[in-house]
């Protein structure tokens, strides 16, 4: 019994080491959007033909920027589809074409996309550069 408390107690102690390691959340940023409906019109505007359903996008042509993490402001992120700044990559959208009210939608719908883990906190490619650190090094000698 009093190795089982101990054990407890032992635990308990690395919990606020824990929590000091869990990096921060992303500041929240002022939304007026509706994410539902965003992911209705995410689709619907096929956003996702580009960036995928992920958010992420891909290299391949034409290609589209991931969009995660959603760093521009709902302001900022319909200033630029208005007007992207590679228009031949990015459509624009008019607001004749979508509403200010229905970006403010997509917008709330990307926020709610997960973060990225870093390489190294996925096991198998931590594994895979790993072993392409040592074969660098293995070189270098």
């Given at each position: 019994?009093?190795?089982?408390?101990?054990?407890?107690?032992?635990?308990?102690?690395?919990?606020?080491?824990?929590?000091?390691?869990?990096?921060?959340?992303?500041?929240?940023?002022?939304?007026?959007?509706?994410?539902?409906?965003?992911?209705?019109?995410?689709?619907?505007?096929?956003c996702y033909q580009c960036h995928l359903y992920s958010g992420h996008g891909y290299t391949g042509a034409p290609g589209g920027a991931s969009l995660v993490p959603m760093t521009l402001t709902e302001d900022g992120?319909?200033?630029?589809?208005?007007?992207?700044?590679?228009?031949?990559?990015?459509?624009?959208?008019?607001?004749?074409?979508?509403?200010?009210?229905?970006?403010?939608?997509?917008?709330?719908?990307?926020?709610?996309?997960?973060?990225?883990?870093?390489?190294?906190?996925?096991?198998?490619?931590?594994?895979?550069?790993?072993?392409?650190?040592?074969?660098?090094?293995?070189?270098?000698?």
């Open positions: 019994m009093r190795l089982a408390i101990r054990g407890i107690a032992a635990l308990l102690a690395l919990v606020p080491l824990s929590i000091a390691s869990v990096p921060a959340a992303p500041t929240p940023i002022a939304q007026t959007g509706e994410a539902e409906r965003g992911a209705e019109f995410f689709t619907e505007f096929g992120f319909i200033a630029y589809i208005r007007n992207p700044a590679t228009p031949r990559r990015m459509p624009p959208y008019s607001r004749e074409n979508l509403t200010d009210e229905e970006a403010a939608d997509i917008y709330a719908f990307i926020r709610k996309f997960p973060q990225s883990r870093e390489a190294g906190d996925i096991p198998l490619l931590r594994e895979i550069l790993e072993e392409n650190q040592a074969g660098r090094d293995r070189r270098s000698r």
